[in-house]
């Protein structure tokens, strides 16, 4: 089953420093060859982690996806026109393209979403109706990470 995972648990494994390392880097492996990084994830990574970690960081994930360790989740014109959507939808919330393309690639391929940012994933649950199934839920995020 595919793991589309978010900006978040990326940022966390990458730096040692950070208060979900641990859990990040465990989920990450457990997700293993499963794990799809979106094309926009991707971009905002490389961003944050240039400007938060450092250069070797982001060219970590990058040499991560083009080995084949994690794969690439480029969006279909459908898929990005549902991310879109999504995001419209939502706008008050402030998604943007990053987000709202994990929501619409875990819709497409009926994946779970590894994401810290409960608060969106919950406020923007998927058009259709019901929740996001998401690889650690909120409670157990903090249940982790706090002990």
């Known amino acids: 089953m595919a793991v589309i995972v978010d ?12 208060e979900a390392y ?9 997700a293993a060859r499963d794990l799809v990084v979106p094309d926009p994830v991707v971009v905002e ?15 970590g994930l990058l040499d991560a996806l083009v080995s084949g360790a994690w794969r690439r989740g480029t969006l279909s014109p459908s898929v990005f026109a549902r991310a879109v959507a999504i995001d419209a939808r939502y706008a008050d919330l402030g998604l943007g393209i990053a987000d ?4 619409a690639l875990a819709e497409s391929t009926r994946g779970v979403i590894l994401t810290f940012d409960f608060a969106h994933f919950r406020a923007a649950p998927p058009l259709d109706g019901g929740t996001w199934d998401l690889l650690v ?9 706090r002990t």
């Open 7 to 18: 900006t978040g648990p990326l940022l966390s494994a990458a730096h040692r420093r950070d």
């Open 22 to 30: 641990g859990l990040a880097v465990a989920l990450i492996d457990l």
């Open 45 to 59: 990574c490389d961003y944050l982690l240039r400007e938060r970690v450092g250069p070797h960081a982001a060219r």
């Open 100 to 103: 709202a393309s994990v929501m």
């Open 137 to 145: 839920s909120e409670a157990e995020f903090a249940r982790m990470v």
